[in-house]
DNA sequence: GCCAACGTTGGC
DNA sequence: GCCAACGTTGGC
């Protein structure tokens, strides 16, 4: 089982609209990184949703409900199915995770730019830890 | 709104 | 193959 962390602009594609959609294709991921990501993840991973822009927080936990396959509108990149898992308790701020040293070689700080990227398991259930005791 | 960091493109 | 120029992301 892996973790993974994705990003979206909540003004774009927020997760309120994933629970509201049941399911998404996370699709328009247009970095090679992200890409090969993409081709690693299986069906029942699962990821956090990070949204970017002014609110630079985790929101909550999906799921990777189909593995990889190619884009239909542009065959080059990958395109997966996710599934809302359960919103956090309290979001987890950015900030708290610059801030927690248990964090410090998290992908989210030192490639701020890559918008699918791993998480190590520890870092997962450290999130999720945090994000319950508020 | 600015800009640092990073990725991509294309001339050489 | 190098790297300057340019474009994009996303935090501040």
Redesign the pocket.
Same mark, same amino acid.
């Given at each position: 089982m892996n973790y993974w962390l994705l990003?979206t602009?909540p003004f774009t594609y927020s997760w309120n609209d994933l629970v509201r959609d049941k399911k998404s294709v996370w699709d328009g991921i #247009?970095?090679?990184?992200a890409r090969n990501y993409m081709a690693e993840m299986k069906k029942g991973d699962l990821a956090l949703i990070?949204h970017?822009? *002014?609110?630079?927080e985790v929101v909550g936990i999906a799921r990777i409900s189909k593995a990889a396959w190619p884009d239909p509108a542009d065959k080059e990149w990958n395109v997966v199915e996710v599934t809302p898992v359960n919103k956090l308790k309290n979001p987890v701020p950015? *900030?708290v995770i610059?801030s927690n040293m248990a964090f410090t070689d998290m992908v !989210?700080l030192?490639? *701020? #730019? !890559? *918008?699918v990227q791993p998480v190590m398991r520890a870092e997962f259930d450290r999130i999720v830890a945090i994000s319950e005791n508020k």
């Amino acid at each position: 089982m892996n973790y993974w962390l994705l990003k979206t602009e909540p003004f774009t594609y927020s997760w309120n609209d994933l629970v509201r959609d049941k399911k998404s294709v996370w699709d328009g991921i #247009r970095n090679y990184q992200a890409r090969n990501y993409m081709a690693e993840m299986k069906k029942g991973d699962l990821a956090l949703i990070y949204h970017t822009g *002014s609110a630079k927080e985790v929101v909550g936990i999906a799921r990777i409900s189909k593995a990889a396959w190619p884009d239909p509108a542009d065959k080059e990149w990958n395109v997966v199915e996710v599934t809302p898992v359960n919103k956090l308790k309290n979001p987890v701020p950015l *900030s708290v995770i610059k801030s927690n040293m248990a964090f410090t070689d998290m992908v !989210l700080l030192k490639n *701020s #730019r !890559l *918008s699918v990227q791993p998480v190590m398991r520890a870092e997962f259930d450290r999130i999720v830890a945090i994000s319950e005791n508020k």
